[in-house]
């Protein structure tokens, strides 16, 4: 069964930083894309940064310069890790893959609580 396995998450003050692991689990061939988005309470999901099998990587606008998504095939596993977090970035990060077959998986979430 594959699953994503997240960690990290937490309380931080404004401008600190915290790091989210995502490792795709169980038997897989291929990880076409595989990132991180996020949702606030009563807002949409939104895509916070992606990047896919030719190292393609997409990122919202309002972290770029403060977020790095960087990724370890062999681990399958990819890493964000958020500097000088704001306010606004308080959301639950959800892990997303989008495997073989066209399968798209989805992590539990993880919460990202930026407050003094």
């Known amino acids: 069964q594959v699953q994503l396995v997240e960690s990290g998450g937490g309380l931080v003050q404004p401008g600190g930083s915290l790091g989210l692991s995502c490792t795709v689990s169980?038997?897989?061939?291929?990880?076409?894309?595989m990132g991180w988005y996020r949702q606030a309470p009563g807002k949409e999901r939104d895509v916070v940064a992606t990047?896919?099998?030719?190292?393609?990587?997409v990122e919202d606008d309002s972290v770029k310069g403060r977020f790095t998504l960087s990724r370890d095939n062999t681990r399958r596993t990819v890493f964000l890790q958020m500097n000088n977090l704001k306010p606004q970035d308080s959301a639950v990060y959800f892990c997303d893959a989008l495997l073989q077959y066209g399968i798209q998986y989805w992590g539990k979430g993880t919460a990202v609580t930026v407050s003094h």
């Open positions: 990047i896919d099998i030719s190292g393609n990587l």
């Open positions: 169980g038997d897989t061939f291929t990880i076409y894309n």
